[in-house]
């Protein structure tokens, strides 16, 4: 399949609503030659990063917008646009290619008026950009729900933050503390010809100057390092770990702060992975074998524990909790596309229905840790505060460390260039046992 085909089929999937470019990719990355993947990527995931951006400036070159039925036509036109404004691909060449898929679309007159615009997009496109460069929406490339939500939450630095959803992110590492430790391995970085700089908040991460495929990376294989982002590694340190606990790892997967946790401290009497996705699991399980690692999985939703829960308290709980993903759009570009206003809300209450759920399987005096990696305070300081309010046996605790903006409760991290993405964190300690009998089961939503 012609790259540029690929990617716009794996977009307009997106577009009407049906997947994520996590899911719609692979299926067509498998029909595309091994060569042509890369671009095929690129270009989806460009357009889909500068989506708001090219979709107004197709607007202001279409007489009218495209029907539901035509996505596959939309999707065709901003993987052209996006070839014409953000790659080095020669103009004549990203028209004349994208214009030719339209034959493998059965619609005749998409030739034509794709032909067209994109010809005219050429010619007169940076022009009628920087016409269009007062709505900010255009101008930062953000959903204007999301932008007006950005700015309203962080009036000094919803700019910064949408500059850093719109650039490719850094490749970070985590040293498996329990092989070797940061500089013994940024040595060996350094020895393979990798330039690499130790992250300021974890202690066992690595930022490379530039990103490369895992198995360059010396000891990959035998579980020297993981993959993982500087934010999400701060909750191994968070949790302080202690020899004997057993811990509950709620909404684990693909894994990464499981091994982390289980890295952190070899001693733990037991580490509970819990995932509602059975299928999400065998990620965590591939990660757990390379580093040989152990935990126990379980696949069920973490509100309901008269399923999942045998009753033995936990002494630490990290609940990363689901949530809008908008601390991380740079490394999914498509949640600009997929996330509305009208999801947040639920979003917080299904945190909060997490919370509860969770509660009573804290060990008193025990810590949970509360993380997501959105950077919109209705699921962050908002659920935090709206729990303590309705837990009289639930207290804050302080964070320690130097990162992120301290909040009335919590402490949020934003997206930076160059270094780590959005991230949230509140800790909370049980001071005493609920009153009552605790309740299990799904809740009503």
């Given at each position: 399949m012609n790259p540029r085909l690929a990617a716009a089929r794996a977009l307009a999937t997106v577009l009407a609503g049906k997947a994520s470019l996590g899911s719609s990719l692979p299926d067509?990355?498998?029909?595309?030659?091994?060569?042509?993947?890369?671009?095929?990527?690129?270009?989806?995931?460009?357009?889909?990063?500068?989506?708001?951006?090219?979709?107004?400036?197709?607007?202001?070159?279409?007489?009218?917008?495209?029907?539901a039925a035509d996505r596959d036509v939309e999707a065709l036109l901003l993987i052209g646009l996006y070839q014409l404004f953000y790659t080095r691909i020669p103009p004549h060449a990203a028209i004349g290619e994208t214009v030719g898929c339209v034959d493998k679309l059965k619609?005749?007159?998409?030739?034509?008026?794709?032909?067209?615009?994109?010809?005219r997009?050429?010619?007169?496109?940076?022009?009628?950009?920087?016409?269009?460069?007062?709505?900010?929406?255009?101008?930062?490339?953000?959903?204007?729900?999301?932008?007006?939500?950005?700015?309203?939450?962080?009036?000094?630095?919803?700019e910064a933050i949408c500059a850093a959803n719109n650039v490719h992110p850094p490749m970070m590492l985590r040293v498996n503390r329990r092989q070797l430790d940061r500089d013994a391995y940024l040595d060996e970085l350094r020895a393979a010809g990798i330039e690499a700089f130790a992250c300021p908040f974890s202690e066992d991460g690595i930022r490379l100057a530039a990103p490369c495929d895992v198995q360059q990376l010396p000891g990959f294989a035998e579980g020297r390092v993981s993959v993982?982002?500087?934010?999400?590694?701060?909750?191994?340190?968070?949790?302080?770990?202690?020899?004997?606990?057993?811990v509950l790892d709620a909404c684990c997967a693909p894994g990464g702060k499981t091994c982390h946790i289980l890295e952190h401290e070899p001693d733990l009497a037991e580490?509970?992975?819990?995932?509602?996705?059975?299928?999400?699991?065998?990620?965590?399980?591939?990660?757990?074998?390379?580093?040989?690692?152990?935990?126990?999985?379980?696949?069920?939703?973490?509100r309901d524990t008269a399923r999942w829960w045998d009753g033995k308290p936990f002494q630490r709980i990290l609940l990363d909790a689901p949530c809008s993903a908008t601390g991380v759009i740079r490394r999914h570009p498509d949640i600009k596309l997929a996330r509305q206003a009208e999801d947040i809300a639920p979003l917080a209450t299904l945190q909060g229905e997490m919370l509860d759920a969770l509660w009573p399987t804290l060990e008193v005096g025990g810590v949970l840790l509360y993380a997501t990696c959105s950077v919109l305070p209705t699921e962050n300081r908002e659920v935090?505060?709206?729990?303590?309010?309705?837990?009289?046996?639930?207290?804050?605790?302080?964070?320690?460390?130097?990162?992120?903006?301290?909040?009335?409760?919590?402490?949020?991290?934003?997206?930076?260039?160059?270094?780590?993405?959005?991230?949230?964190?509140?800790?909370?300690?049980?001071?005493?046992?609920?009153?009552?009998t605790a309740k299990t089961g799904v809740p009503k939503t």
């Open positions: 067509v990355l498998a029909k595309v030659e091994a060569r042509d993947r890369g671009l095929t990527q690129e270009l989806a995931f460009g357009a889909a990063r500068w989506q708001p951006r090219l979709a107004g400036l197709a607007a202001s070159l279409l007489q009218k917008p495209f029907k619609k005749p007159w998409a030739k034509g008026l794709l032909n067209a615009v994109l010809r997009a050429q010619r007169e496109g940076e022009a009628l950009l920087a016409e269009l460069e007062h709505d900010p929406v255009i101008r930062v490339a953000h959903p204007r729900w999301l932008q007006k939500s950005l700015k309203a939450h962080w009036p000094e630095h919803w993982q982002d500087e934010a999400a590694q701060l909750a191994a340190s968070l949790l302080e770990l202690k020899p004997g606990q057993r580490v509970v992975a819990l995932d509602l996705e059975p299928k999400r699991l065998q990620r965590v399980q591939e990660n757990l074998e390379r580093l040989r690692l152990e935990a126990t999985l379980t696949a069920a939703d973490a935090i505060e709206a729990f303590l309010a309705r837990i009289p046996g639930a207290r804050e605790l302080d964070l320690a460390g130097d990162f992120g903006l301290k909040q009335h409760h919590g402490r949020q991290l934003l997206p930076q260039e160059g270094g780590h993405d959005g991230f949230y964190y509140a800790k909370l300690i049980k001071v005493a046992a609920e009153s009552g």
